[in-house]
């Protein structure tokens, strides 16, 4: 009965089975789902899964209903829900799997024997929230946390930050766009209450707007103003400061900053920035990072990044003495905890105001760490009331509402739900392929443990009454008091590093705080599994309150006692609030550290397509770091974690090369992906800054007139190592210099290339895909060619260049190909030392009859730049059908065709494939040509589970003096996987392979370098053989001996 069910039935119609796929129970049946109703902040409008999630999944025949609780403050409405096909009631005990995005407000919420996934704001021992977790385990319910989700697994519980492991399922930077959007209006009240009337008045928070978009046009809206109008001239100029750079919240601030009319400034530039004078257009805005607001203590040393990562307590914010005294809005993104020094203190804040200096009006801490990074929240608000009003004078809050005196501080905790819609969508999306993972593996019956998703099983906090493996330290924590540590009693902060769990001597240190009557909070505990059989060691932060100093001293002595005592925990206390030893070792014999090598420091220019093999590949390798650069956070965050230690950077290269500029200077060497136009700005900061290039483009002139400079510095700028120019050069060079080395004269060469579809998936009358804009392609179809055939030189008009498409047999016949003249061939004469060859030709390859399709779109002036304002496709056809005098669309393409009828009929095929023949309106009303990408970019993608193909052929013909003559051909044919595009792969895994070579020969001399030469071509050739990139070889000898072999490149 079930095999023939209709799942467009009424969810009320199917036949319920028993089951129970969760929880230990038996698999290879199906399961219920339920969404459980939000009830921990009556704001809380946020959804796990969405509507269209729901109909996703009850398409996988293993889900047999979905429940959802009804709730009228939900962001999508019950009806939605049902007509979905889930089934809205009160009652979820029918479920398996019970879903939630926030832990319910009182635990007796939770139904005994269930499984849940939420975020249960338990795995660090949170003490209000462990009255959860013990009803969890007395009521055999099954709890995953979505901050457990992790790619690949969890490394350790505890913080997910610790771990820099990517979360599989989060609110991404929705905090960042909803913070920053509700601190404009209330920095609008502030100028207000000081008899400044702006804008800013006009910006309701993201919670009243409809959605991200009309968010976005409200704030357009205040920007027009600012830009036309000003803001009043007696104002001094608005500076915004931004923490947390390159993280989710910085990303989704500054995505609301940047519609803002504004100057991006250096920390330097802030002193001359306020005092600049009458009407202002625009804001002024700082992003921050570590190095611009800590320092060591009692140092003036350079900022030392990975010295400030492993050692936080050695250094102090100058941020009170460099950026507060002239900001005016501070809007904090960055993460915190009681290892590192705080932003700026109250102390710090109160000696400002008592200076004269009250700039700071306003502090938007997104982070929400209560007497955390900005001492001055001293506690949450809500989305009801999202600000208090602090003085600094006093170092209390005063107020609930905005004053002209002292700062403003929002501190709202669950800002995502600002913007439920979308974090929503955006949350179940990454939600989906995790459940569908967990359903698969509990219906499939596979029963092993190991089968199961690892970033699953490590999600898993508690099953079957008992905490899981990973999570059993957290037994301490349910044995302990559970009140926070009282404000007015003396404090002090222990960290405490070493086998702590399976040693047991995180329990005694703690019965020897309750033993001195002292109360404690856990504020951080990171618990770390053990790595290839090898236990790691975990560290705990307790935060400790005491009647009296005395009391401190005594546990801090005794703990240090059971440190020396327990030698087998191996462990390290430090005192992190600054009293005390700084640091207690327990170690009494003399330890021997070897110096590790320098870490290598590699800067990565652009997130696109190519970059996450070459990350991969470069980020392999320990003691190295792989920064990426890119505009889109989504894609850089990506690409970085194909690294073993990846770090990105969201930013405007293009627009901000004085960060480039410092970013290179702390860099070894520097891998440009980007547009070929910006590798001369950016050569020339590596020129400045003494830092190595790598291209994958072809070298320009630009770059040429860089040589001189780049060799007086010593500076390698190696360009042309990719595919095509790269691999070309290096596979034709390694025939060339060993014909030359024989005493062989080349007198025919010829090298031809393409990217394109599989055979399989070449499915469209074009026969091609694009991954990416095809502009390119279609702006390749109108170069001008150069090459030598016979001797004869041969010119090639760009406007008649798709007509010289011949058919290619030299390799691959079972293809159908045909080849394309590229560009000027007759530039490698000098650079392969061919001089004299009778023939020298390059080439691109595509699908037979591509070039005739094209051709007659070229003819017809679909590649042309020109306005169609307001047509649809079908009227601009007509439009461009009439200008050339035809009165049908047949004869206009047979015309446009040359009386080819196979090329007219395919372009007509074509065409209507791409539904160009009908009602649809240009996309880029003002440019036929850029609309015509945009069909193409549409219609010619690639689809999930299609693989592109990448081939290189070359062909050498050499003459030696004793009448020998040799035929040299060498064929490349690479395809897409599931990891990287052929493509990517080619051009990728080359770029990097150079970049090791640079980075292993500091003594090759400065300039501008191609991979020509056998130092160069010959090691990046044998480091991409063991990638599987191997050209077959073969040479035939005086037409009479014949012999092939394969050569690994």
């Known amino acids: 009965m079930l095999a023939t069910f209709s799942r467009h039935h009424s969810p009320l119609s199917r036949r319920i089975i028993s089951k129970r796929l969760f929880s230990g129970s038996s698999s290879g049946h199906t399961v219920t789902l339920a969404i459980q109703r939000e009830s921990y902040d009556v704001w809380e409008r946020r959804t796990p899964l969405c509507p269209n999630h729901v109909a996703t999944l009850l398409d996988n025949p293993a889900v047999e209903r979905i429940l959802v609780q009804p709730s009228s403050s939900r962001i999508f409405s019950n009806v939605e829900f049902e007509m979905a096909g889930a089934t809205v009631q009160e009652d979820l005990s029918a479920a398996d799997l019970i879903l939630g995005v926030k832990r319910p407000l009182q635990p007796k919420e939770l139904h005994p024997d269930k499984s849940y996934m939420m975020f249960s704001h338990v795995i660090k021992g949170q003490p209000e929230n462990m009255s959860l977790l013990q009803h969890v385990l007395d009521n055999n319910i099954e709890l995953f946390d979505y901050e457990c989700i992790v790619e690949g697994g969890m490394q350790s519980t505890g913080s997910c930050k610790e771990r820099k492991l990517k979360r599989l399922v989060a609110f991404g930077k929705f905090a960042g766009r909803a913070g920053m959007t509700d601190a404009l209006n209330p920095l609008g009240r502030r100028l207000l209450a000081l008899g400044f009337s702006t804008p800013f008045l006009h910006c309701p928070p993201a919670h009243m707007q409809r959605d991200w978009t009309a968010l976005q046009d409200t704030v357009r809206s205040i920007s027009e103003w600012i830009r036309v109008d000003g803001l009043p001239s007696e104002m001094e100029p608005v500076v915004f400061c931004m923490t947390g750079e390159g993280g989710n919240v910085h990303s989704g601030v500054m995505e609301v900053f940047d519609i803002l009319p504004h100057e991006v400034v250096s920390v330097s530039d802030l002193p001359d920035v306020v005092q600049q004078t009458g009407s202002q257009h625009l804001v002024y805005g700082v992003s921050v990072r570590a190095e611009d607001v800590f320092r060591k203590r009692g140092s003036d040393a350079p900022f030392d990044r990975d010295h400030y990562m492993q050692h936080p307590q050695a250094y102090e914010s100058i941020f009170h003495t460099n950026i507060a005294p002239y900001a005016n809005v501070l809007v904090n993104g960055m993460y915190w905890d009681l290892r590192y020094p705080r932003l700026i ?123 899981t493996r990973g999570f059993q330290h957290l037994e301490s924590f349910l044995k302990r008091p559970s009140g926070r540590v009282p404000p007015s009693e003396s404090k002090a902060t222990l960290w405490l590093e070493g086998h702590l769990f399976d040693s047991g001597l995180i329990n005694h240190a703690l019965d020897v705080i309750e033993q001195n009557d002292c109360t404690f909070e856990i504020v951080e505990c990171q618990v770390r599994r053990k790595q290839d059989g090898i236990a790691r060691k975990s560290n705990v932060i307790v935060r400790i309150a005491s009647p009296d100093d005395s009391s401190i001293v005594r546990i801090e002595n005794q703990v240090s006692s059971l440190i020396d005592i327990m030698q087998n925990a191996d462990c390290t206390m430090k005192r992190l609030d600054g009293g005390g030893a700084d640091t207690i070792d327990t170690k009494q014999h003399s330890t021997f550290v070897k110096e590790l090598p320098k870490e290598e420091k590699i800067l990565v220019l652009g997130s696109g397509l190519v970059s996450k093999s070459l990350v991969e590949y470069l980020g392999r390798k320990d003691r190295r770091q792989v920064t990426v650069a890119g505009a889109i956070e989504e894609e850089a965050r990506s690409v970085s974690q194909a690294a073993r230690n990846g770090r990105y950077v969201t930013m405007d290269v293009q627009n901000d090369m004085r960060r480039v500029k410092e970013m290179i200077g702390e860099s070894d060497v520097v891998v440009s992906l980007l547009p070929a136009s910006m590798h001369p700005d950016v050569a020339d900061a590596c020129i400045d800054e003494a830092t190595d290039l ?266 030696f003096g004793d009448a020998v003559e040799e035929t040299h051909h060498s064929s490349l044919q690479i395809f897409g996987d599931s990891h990287h595009s052929a493509m990517s792969k080619t051009v990728g895994y080359t770029a990097a392979a150079a970049t090791d070579v640079l980075l292993a020969d500091k003594a090759r001399l400065g300039g501008l370098l191609l991979p020509i030469s056998k130092d160069l071509y010959v090691p990046i050739l044998d480091a991409l053989s063991t990638e599987g990139i191997c050209f077959k070889e073969a040479v035939k000898v005086s037409d009479t001996n014949y012999s092939q072999r394969t050569a690994p490149i």
Not at 357 to 386: Q, W, Y
Not at 737 to 759: A, E, N, Q, W, Y
Request: glycine letters at 8%.
């Open 345 to 467: 203190t109250k102390d710090q804040m109160q000696q400002l105001y008592m200076d004269g200096n009250k700039r700071l009006m306003l502090v938007a801490d997104i982070s929400c760490d209560v007497n955390g990074s900005v001492e001055m929240l001293e506690r949450t608000t809500n989305i009801d009331s999202p600000y208090f009003q602090y003085d600094p004078i006093v170092k209390t809050e005063v107020s609930g509402s905005i004053s002209s005196d002292g700062v403003t501080v929002m501190g709202v905790d669950i800002l995502p739900t600002e913007l439920p819609r979308e974090s929503s969508i955006y949350f179940g999306g990454k939600l989906l392929p995790v459940l569908e993972k967990l359903i698969d593996y509990k219906v499939s019956g596979e029963g092993s443990s190991e089968r199961v998703p690892p970033e699953l099983t490590n999600a898993c906090i508690a099953t079957g009454g008992s905490l």
């Open 694 to 959: 790598v291209t994958a483009s072809y070298e320009s002139e630009a770059m040429r007139n860089l040589n001189e400079r780049a060799k007086a510095e010593g500076v390698r700028l190696l360009n042309e190592v990719g595919l095509d120019p790269g691999l070309d050069h290096m596979s034709a060079l390694r025939i060339i210099d060993d014909i030359h080395s024989r005493g062989g004269i080349v007198k025919k060469f010829t090298s031809v290339c393409g990217g394109l579809p599989s055979p399989e998936a070449a499915d469209n009358p074009l026969m091609y895909k694009f991954s990416w804009s095809p502009m390119g392609v279609l702006s390749a179809c109108k170069n001008d060619a150069v090459y030598r055939s016979n001797n004869d030189v041969i010119e090639v008009d760009g406007n008649y260049l798709l007509r010289e498409a011949a058919p290619f047999t030299d390799a691959w016949p079972a293809l159908r190909l045909e080849c394309l003249p590229n560009r000027n061939s007759l530039l490698y004469e000098d650079k392969y030392g061919i001089h004299g060859a009778e023939d020298i030709f390059r080439g691109t390859l595509r699908y037979s009859g591509f070039s005739g399709i094209m051709s007659v779109f070229q003819a017809m002036g679909l590649l042309e730049a020109v306005d169609a304002s307001g047509m649809t496709w079908s009227e601009a056809i007509d439009s461009l059908q009439r200008k050339a005098g035809f009165a049908s669309l047949g004869d206009f393409l047979f015309f446009c065709a040359e009386g080819n009828q196979e090329s007219a009929l395919r372009a007509a095929e074509c065409l209507q494939f791409l539904n160009m023949d009908g009602g649809v309106r240009l996309s880029c009303p003002d440019n036929l040509v850029a609309s015509f990408c945009e069909v193409l970019k549409s219609k010619c993608r690639y689809e999930h589970n299609e693989r592109d193909m990448c081939l290189m052929h070359t062909s050498v013909h050499a003459v």
